[in-house]
């Protein structure tokens, strides 16, 4: 996989945009256990800085990948849109300084260490394995998982046996 990086202190200084396409596949640890992929992810990284100078990276990503239904173990298409803030932290102390307990999930943001070489294929690889879901489902399958009622009616009632045995 070809490295595109930027500095995370010009990029988000000057508030640059960086978009770009990359196949599926080239993204090893997201394919990893998937089927063949054939589509591609389509991204887009800007950076910004607030008034009191904090740095973030905003990342875009869209892609259809193809997963495996668990219910009926066939293959179909995941739609992906996602959308994440990263504040940009100068030292690794900063990485672990605990979260606001008052604060909701959606009022976190993900840190990320400052870098003058930031491997941006690998932030949208770790965006796109963070959406999908660890067990991806079909809304409706068109294969029906058995029910209990189809078990009773193959096998017989293991009391049915000892009622049968009691008669003899």
Do not use: N
């Amino acid at each position: 996989m070809e490295k595109q990086t930027v500095d995370t202190y010009e990029f988000t200084r000057a508030g640059l945009q960086l978009q770009g396409r990359a196949k599926l596949a080239q993204f090893t640890r997201f394919a990893a256990g998937l089927p063949p992929q054939d589509a591609e992810a389509q991204w887009e990284l800007a950076g910004s800085c607030d008034t009191v100078g904090q740095q973030f990276l905003d990342l875009q990503v869209m892609a259809v990948p193809l997963v495996q239904c668990q219910r009926c173990m066939a293959t179909m298409p995941y739609p992906l849109q996602l959308r994440s803030r990263l504040l940009v932290v100068q030292t690794e102390a900063e990485l672990d300084v605990e979260d606001d307990p008052d604060a909701s999930p959606d009022e976190w943001i993900e840190p990320v260490l400052a870098s003058k070489h930031l491997d941006v294929l690998a932030l949208v690889e770790d965006e796109l394995i963070l959406g999908l879901p660890y067990v991806p489902m079909h809304q409706q399958c068109a294969v029906q998982a058995p029910s209990h009622e189809d078990d009773k009616a193959v096998e017989p009632s293991p009391f049915a046996v000892l009622r049968q045995l009691k008669k003899d």
